[in-house]
């Protein structure tokens, strides 16, 4: 059974950091890309980063240099650093892999998903 289970949302103050992981079961890691998105209330589903295959990473221009995708493939797992958090942050976040292990920026693509895990910057 494919699964995806995010965790370590949570409340933090302007400027701070939190670090997301996504458990990736069920698959072989190699043969995805797996992005992190975020919905904010009213707002459509975004994609935040990517990381395909390759290794190749890509960012939205809103995070680039604050937030880090990184994947640990013997632990099946991929994270996002992020740091200088900002109200505009404040989102559910999911993680979704797409076979085929290229990065889409469109959400309809992608495979599987998690269930979430909510992010709350206060100002």
């Known amino acids: 059974e494919v699964q995806l289970v995010e965790s370590g949302g949570g409340l933090v103050q302007a400027g701070g950091s939190l670090r997301l992981s996504c458990a990736l079961s069920?698959?072989?890691?190699?043969?995805?890309?797996i992005s992190w998105f975020r919905q904010a209330p009213g707002k459509e589903r975004e994609v935040v980063s990517c990381?395909?295959?390759?290794?190749?990473?890509t960012y939205v221009d809103s995070v680039r240099g604050r937030f880090t995708i990184s994947s640990e493939n013997v632990k099946n797992r991929v994270s996002l650093e992020m740091n200088s958090l900002k109200p505009e942050d404040t989102a559910v976040y999911y993680c979704a892999a797409k076979w085929g292990g290229i990065c889409y920026s469109d959400p309809d693509p992608y495979d599987y998903w998690g269930q979430g895990t909510q992010v709350t910057v206060s100002s």
């Open positions: 990381i395909g295959s390759g290794d190749g990473i």
């Open positions: 069920g698959f072989t890691f190699n043969d995805y890309a």
